[in-house]
């Protein structure tokens, strides 16, 4: 019903960047041309493990301070931009009402992240970091799952959305810490199957990565299940490195 009015109202009215807000023109879809120029992509210098992107340009890819001090499950993490401006915008945006132009958008940015990081036969299966069933009624849908989608159709690599579940309902992490966002998450995902998982290679879906605790605590979960390596690609990164 809210696709068929949001189709309607599509038709009646000039459609609006999903970034800024500004009429667009004819011919123009979705996002304006000045925040699309706008939107920074990750390049490197990256850390090595968790993908957080280095302010210098002078050096190497290098695992950063906080992936030597603390174990990450995940082999490798990568995003696509940098979880800022109209990225951070539009991802706000779609989180709670879904527009059908930013999951296709968004599924292409991650295809070509992918591509660029991976490529095809890395993966036997797409996971998406799973939503408690509380939050996903109260949104309506779990962005994650919209992406694993976007990125199965895309790499023909097969998705599961029940394999890895999330049983306790854990407050939204905004503002907390890196340590307390870990004893938060602690114990909250379960897998379904466990011989489902053996001997596998899994890519773990989510649209940003804060501090990688959920994705470290999803990864360990996979791992412990009999998967022989999780790595994760995310939409946005949300933190840079000096
Ligand atoms: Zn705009
Ligand atoms: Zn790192």
Known sequence: MR??????????????CHCCERFLEEGQKGICPDCLSKIRWIEPPLCTLCGAPFLSREIENHPCGACLTRRKYFTMARAVGYYE?????????????E???LTSFFGEKLAEGFCHYWGPGSFDLLIPVPLHSKRLRDRGFNQALLLAKELSQRTRIPYSKRLLQK????????????????????????????????GKT????????????????????????GAERV????????????
């Open 231 to 242: 790595d994760v690609l995310t939409l946005a990164h949300a933190i840079k490195i000096t």
């Open 99 to 101: 527009k059908s132009y």
């Open 85 to 97: 401006g109209p990225l951070r915008e539009a991802i706000h945006r779609w989180k709670y009402e």
């Open 167 to 198: 049983r306790i309902s854990t407050l939204p992490q905004v503002h907390l810490s890196g340590r307390k966002r870990e004893k938060g998450v602690k114990g909250s995902f379960h897998i379904q199957r466990d011989e489902a998982l053996k």
């Open 3 to 16: 696709a068929l009015i949001e189709r309607v109202l599509q038709f009646l009215l000039p459609s609006q």
């Open 202 to 225: 899994i890519l773990l879906v989510d649209d940003v990565y804060t501090t990688g605790a959920t994705v470290n605590e999803c990864s360990k979960v996979l791992l412990k299940a």
